[in-house]
Nanobody, 124 residues
Framework: QVHLVESGGGLVQAGGSLRVSCAASGVTFSRYAMAWFRQAPGKEREFVATITWNGIMTYYADSVKGRFTISRDGAKNTVYLQMSSLKPEDTAVYYC?????????????????WGQGTQVTVSS
């Protein structure tokens, strides 16, 4: 059974940094593209960042480009999202997702597996 478990969320001041993690089990991690999505209160879930199975290619939403970095560690079956220069509008529940593919996708409907989410709150 596939499990994606996010961790590392919390409360941070605007301008600060935070790293969230997503540990995968029950999948051959190296065959999956991974992504982060987020959902703010009262808003639809939106794409944040994605990375190919081999970590070579990444893609970011314009709203986080230059501030967030997605990475993965195959030995730990874990994908990370390093967030810096955080803004109050980054406040959301952050979800990781897995897609068995040679490439990545920004469409959430393409993703097969999802974590339960971790709350990130940025205070002004």
């Amino acid at each position: 059974q596939v499990h994606l478990v996010e961790s590392g969320g919390g409360l941070v001041q605007a301008g600060g940094s935070l790293r969230v993690s997503c540990a995968a089990s029950g999948v051959t991690f190296s065959r999956y593209a991974m992504a982060w999505f987020r959902q703010a209160p009262g808003k639809e879930r939106e794409f944040v960042a994605t990375i190919t199975w081999n970590g070579i290619m990444t893609y970011y939403a314009d709203s986080v480009k230059g501030r967030f970095t997605i990475s993965r560690d195959g030995a730990k079956n874990t994908v990370y999202l390093q967030m810096s220069s955080l803004k109050p509008e980054d406040t959301a529940v952050y979800y990781c997702a897995a897609l068995r593919s040679d490439y990545y996708s920004v469409r959430q409907n393409d993703y097969e597996y999802w974590g339960q989410g971790t709350q990130v709150t940025v205070s002004s």
